[in-house]
């Protein structure tokens, strides 16, 4: 009953993830287009939407939170909480051993699955950070702001790689090529390959 925010396709192909501002994500059939799943649980919305890469959980964003959820049974795994302010974006790490969280706090944040607790923060954008990916080898993260940067990181020291500049307004969106020696940034009606 709200905008949709965020799509992702299983890795199968054959479901496909919804994030809404209606509070909910929503798990669909491709073939049929019948809902299968319904996850609510955030606080005032949930709109950010991943699937680990063996299609057997999600990850979901909103409020200051993010959780994951058994794609079979609906329910949600673990909760991870920290963030001062509105969770803006997702991604699961290549082994699904960890998840990334981006907020309006600034920060961007790397949760360990089994327990839930923060293992890093990746700090410096002076704005919101929109958009997170995780490189195809997931030894670095790459993050997307208000700030007009994208930024590259190093996973386990936390330490920033690299800045990419050029962009004259917010990055929007962010991926690695598949074998990870190129980003893609998209933002101010502009997409660049770096």
Known sequence: ??????????????????????????????????????????????TYVAFSPDGLSILTGGDKTAGVWDVRSGREIRRFEGHSDAVTAVAVS??????????????????????????RRFEGHSDYVTCV?????????????????????DLSSGGEIRRFEGHSGTVTSVAFSPDGLSILTGGDKTAGVW
């Open 133 to 153: 990916a995780f490189s195809p080898d997931g030894r670095s993260v790459l993050t997307g702001s208000i700030d007009n940067t994208a930024r590259l990181w």
């Open 94 to 119: 290549p082994d699904a051993r960890s998840v990334l969280t981006g907020s309006h706090d600034h920060t961007a944040r790397l949760w360990d699955v089994s327990s839930g607790r923060e293992i």
């Open 1 to 46: 009953s709200g905008d949709v925010e965020s799509v992702a396709f299983s890795p199968d192909g054959r479901s496909v993830l919804t994030g809404s501002l209606d509070n909910t994500a929503r798990l669909w059939d491709v073939r049929s287009g019948r809902e299968i799943h319904r996850f609510e649980r955030h606080g005032d919305y949930l």
